[in-house]
């Protein structure tokens, strides 16, 4: 079994290079181009693959960090009218060790941005404060557990081109924090701030987009 190796500022940022308790077949895919709903996605790593790291995005009481994801809409002709988001990660309490929190009731705090370029940008939809659907996956990163979270979030991305995505658990009363799994399918890449501006880290997050596509000849039209 290979060492836990902690990337750390001051608390966890990511356990990198961790192969993990597979306990199921890795239910942890988006859908597929085409598929009624979905945009744009990246499939998470199954949390056995070496590979699989974990990056913190969360306020807490045991340190703030943010995650930033691009969303690439020059993959499609159209531009992106999003309705919602899945993520996956840990949900941990860091109380003189790391352990699994009960994730119940935690809100996500979610931001779309123009890209800077090379970080976030002029926000697009202001931060949107929503409450997560979570899905126990039956899977495990160490002892860890790893979950879906389903994320209600409403954005019109408005053209076509590079745009990012920040996703950060909001204080609770479990002090609770979101710790996203890394995903495939990007430009192997995202961005973290710890407090000192953002930062490159290794591998995508795992990310679905779901909502509507609209033709681009249709952007500007309307009913009068």
Known sequence: MKSIRIRNTCLIVAIVGFA?????????????????????GQDAHDPADPDADIMSSHLTSWGTYIM???VDQSVDPGWFDI???????????NSGGLTNCDPTGITFAVTFYEDAPGEPGTVICPSQSVPAANIPTGLQLSVFDVYQFDLPVACDLGSVGTKWVTVQSEPNPGDCGFVWLSGTGGDGTSLQDAGGGWFSRDNDRSICINGATVPVELEKFSIQ
């Not at 309705?83 to 309490?93: H, N, R």
Request: net charge negative; glycine share 14%.
């Open 83 to 93: 309705s919602s988001l899945t993520v996956w990660g840990l949900s941990l309490v």
């Open 68 to 70: 930033a994801e691009t």
């Open 20 to 40: 993990g308790v597979s306990t199921a077949q890795s239910p942890l895919t988006c859908g597929a181009l085409g598929d009624p709903g979905f945009l744009l």
